[in-house]
């Protein structure tokens, strides 16, 4: 059984960065991480020192308070845009900077858990988070996400396995971006809404 995290263990696992998982802190509370089985260490160098599922599951866990009111949510936690939010975050430099960030961090986090360093493929982080993964490929990629009734791409789990669903009218681009991605790509057609949208899978090989 994994034992709790204390206060400051959490403010670790909560500063993780949002797609990697990578943590930062002292020596002594990653080692703590490490043997609560909430953290690993990378076995490549630089040795950084990376969420197991149990401590994402930890991360995402509400934090229990006996005093004051919970807080309203933080909204400066990166979260790729979906399509069709209905308080989408608006489309600034800012906004531009942390697509790119978080796309870089995603593709450090494939060469380091790749066996050959391949950045190319998708990795585990990406196909257990399917809707988050190919919608930070989109917005990365430069396509525009779909607004409350605006026309533009929308990411949707199915129930196939490691596999979302793209709605929206610029298939071809999207099925482009999700390629160079390192995701397979296919269109088909909804037999009840006649809506066509691409199946998209990340590649294995």
Known sequence: MI???????????????PVTGRLKGTAAQLDALVKR???FRHPR???????????????????????????PPDTGVFAARVGGEEAPPATTPARVREVHSAWQGLLELRRMTDPDGDTTRPCAWERA?????????????DRRPAGPDGDGYRVRATPQPE???????EAAACAQALEAAGW??????????RERYLLASPRRR
């Open 45 to 71: 160098p630089p040795h950084d020192h990376f969420l197991t599922p149990a401590g994402q599951r930890v991360r995402e866990e509400p934090v229990q308070r006996t005093a004051a009111p919970a807080p």
């Open 129 to 141: 988070n399917l809707v988050r993964a190919a919608a930070l490929a989109l917005e990365a990629a």
């Open 37 to 39: 089985g909430l953290a």
């Open 163 to 169: 596999a979302v669903a793209v709605y929206g009218p």
């Open 184 to 193: 397979q790509v296919s269109e088909h057609t909804d037999p009840r809404s």
């Open 3 to 17: 034992r709790p995290p204390t206060t400051a263990q959490r403010r670790v696992i909560d500063a993780a960065e």
